[in-house]
């Protein structure tokens, strides 16, 4: 088993990850490239794969460590960070869809990436 900060670290790497790729699509798409012409599709795709992957297992991870129990029920704080998971997990793919949304982007996902430590930290719905 690993330490706390151990989970700690993969999961705020695994951050970085998520948040450079959707950066990476988000300008792409806004300077009017595709899919078709990226030239580092896959890589940005397998970087954000392996970013939400690393946010689960370190998120979850930190979860064992400081005491959370299996089979227990998920207080709010945790089911609103899984939902700013899956929506990060998801967003990615919106840019090349609708090229428009690619700017609102660098404003909407710091505001969910402090929402989500905003309940990491402070924990205020049980």
Request: proline share 5%; glycine share 12%.
């Amino acid at each position: 088993m690993f330490s706390r900060e151990f989970y700690e670290v993969l999961h705020i790497i695994g951050i970085a990850l998520m948040f450079v790729a959707i950066g990476g699509v988000a300008v792409h798409a806004a300077n009017g490239g595709t899919k078709t012409d990226s030239q580092t599709r896959k890589l940005v795709s397998i970087g954000h794969g392996i970013g939400a992957l690393l946010v689960l297992v370190g998120g979850f991870g930190m979860l064992a460590r400081i005491g959370f129990q299996h089979g227990g029920n998920f207080p709010g704080w945790l089911w609103i960070k899984i939902a700013v998971w899956a929506i990060l997990s998801a967003v990615v793919l919106i840019p090349y869809r609708k090229p428009a949304l690619a700017r609102p982007f660098f404003v909407l996902l710091p505001l969910l990436a402090g929402v989500a430590v905003y309940m990491a930290l402070y924990k205020p719905i049980n």
